[in-house]
């Protein structure tokens, strides 16, 4: 197994003595209507405190020290939001084990959906499969050994392939990577899905008795991983995804189980083959009544998008650049200007909303890696076995840490960051469930014309957006 070295200076180390923890999840939870939701760590190994962000936060000034460090040009202690540098490894680390030790007694499953990999920032560090499958081993460890509980138990973790999880990046093409991965989780995947996903990469968990969530690998449907064609091709890897998709949708009717859909690559028109993305909305659509939520990552941005049959309601985004403009970039990222840029279309497609046509609503959850603030959320949902409702997404809370505050402190390594509440969809945006005519309301509420309150409503969820950063 491959696994990260704790020391900054080597990027991983192999060992033949450790091996991932064997321990069973619980069979029949008792339930406590809150799960995990964590995205985008990507961690990276060669992350070096005040060095500068021009060099991907890897190398030291060579002159001008003080000046740059004035000027907010060399990363921090715990890492530099808004600089476009990966996650430094000891606030992987801290995050993890700072939800684990929080949370785990009171939420019933983890939703963590994908790019623990760091990006290709620097061309004198080039990526390789070796040393991305070791960052996910080292993040699969950490994950599972912070959520192990007294009773030598694990709460239920259920990941997903991120575009960075492959090499080369965004390009899922040999099967032996699924293997690895199969073999890397396979205290996560149970047996009978372990096929399917040394095949495809996708699985089914049933969490609860009678609540499902589908991992998907949206690489499958990623317009940028030039390895596929679409989901037309009726032999093509997508289109047996969307087959796998349907059958375990309709499975879940026929038993009456409310399922969530994770996956990394949110489906947009920016993002999937447009044949993937009319397939999975009108997927979506046919099993509404089904589907508790789409969960994804990959943009790291909070907010939600709107696909709808008869609106290209997505196509106001679709030239913000995401999450690829990372890779082999020499420039430092322009996460204030893409942010702004990013809000104002997304605003334009909450405007073009047809309340009376069938909607999905996607979900993209911010990130561990600080291109903002680093965050998390603690979903709720219905628990009563006897209401036709159990399983529906009720709420979820937003935590984040201000990275600046402890960076700026005399010793920061020995004041780690302490993650507080953001937000509440109940409190803050006057939410009483989460369903698709909720998140429709919320669209319209935040874009009234001439409205004070919708003005102030669109500024909350903007601030939020890019987790109480400047922008």
Not at 238 to 267: C, K, T
Request: charged content about 25%; proline content about 5%.
């Amino acid at each position: 197994a491959l696994i990260l070295s704790s020391a900054l200076t080597s990027a991983y180390i192999q060992t033949e003595q450790q091996h991932p923890l064997q321990k069973s999840s619980r069979a029949v939870p008792d339930l406590h209507g809150k799960f995990l939701h964590i995205t985008d760590i990507h961690v990276d190994p060669y992350y070096e405190n005040e060095a500068t962000i021009k060099s991907g936060c890897h190398r030291q000034a060579k002159k001008h020290h003080k000046k740059k460090k004035r000027k907010g040009k060399l990363a921090g202690y715990w890492g530099s939001p808004t600089k476009g540098c990966d996650s430094p490894l000891r606030l992987a680390e801290h995050t993890i084990d700072w939800i684990g030790d929080s949370w785990k007694e009171e939420i019933d499953f983890i939703v963590w959906t994908g790019d623990n990999a760091r990006h290709g920032l620097d061309n004198d560090l080039p990526r390789t499969s070796k040393e991305i499958l070791a960052l996910n081993q080292a993040m699969t460890y950490r994950v599972q050994d912070a959520f192990y509980l007294n009773d030598n138990k694990t709460i239920p973790i259920i990941p997903c392939i991120g575009n960075n999880d492959v090499h080369p990046h965004n390009r899922l093409q040999t099967v032996n990577m699924l293997e690895t991965y199969g073999e890397m989780w396979r205290d996560f995947i149970p047996p009978d899905q372990m096929p399917i996903f040394r095949q495809g990469g996708y699985y089914a968990v049933d969490v609860a008795p009678g609540l499902r969530v589908l991992a998907l690998n949206t690489l499958y449907f990623f317009d940028s991983n030039d390895a596929v064609n679409g989901c037309r091709d009726k032999n093509g890897p997508g289109h047996e995804h969307f087959e796998w998709m349907e059958n375990q949708l309709n499975s879940a009717r026929r038993d009456r189980a409310r399922v969530y859909m994770i996956g990394h690559v949110p489906p947009t028109d920016r993002t999937f083959f447009e044949s993937c993305l009319n397939r999975y909305t009108d997927l979506a659509i046919e099993y509404q009544e089904v589907i508790a939520g789409h969960l994804y990552g990959h943009v790291n941005m909070d907010h939600f998008t709107v696909l709808q049959k008869n609106q290209d309601s997505t196509q106001d985004i679709d030239d913000v650049d995401d999450d690829d403009s990372y890779e082999g970039n020499d420039d430092v990222v322009n996460i204030a200007k893409k942010g702004k840029k990013y809000a104002h279309k997304l605003r334009k497609q909450y405007k073009k909303i047809q309340g009376n046509d069938p909607a999905v609503v996607i979900h993209v959850a911010p990130s561990i890696i600080p291109e903002y603030n680093p965050s998390f959320r603690i979903n709720e949902y219905n628990t009563d076995p006897a209401s036709s409702k159990f399983g529906t997404w009720t709420k979820y809370t937003q935590y984040y840490a201000d990275l600046n505050h402890y960076n700026d402190k005399k010793r920061p390594e020995l004041e780690p960051p302490e993650f507080y509440i953001e937000y509440a969809t109940d409190v803050d945006y006057g939410m009483t469930d989460l369903t698709t005519d909720s998140w429709i309301d919320l669209a319209q509420r935040m874009t009234q014309k001439g409205s004070k309150k919708s003005k102030k409503l669109w500024k909350k969820f903007v601030d939020n957006m890019f987790v109480q950063t400047r922008h």
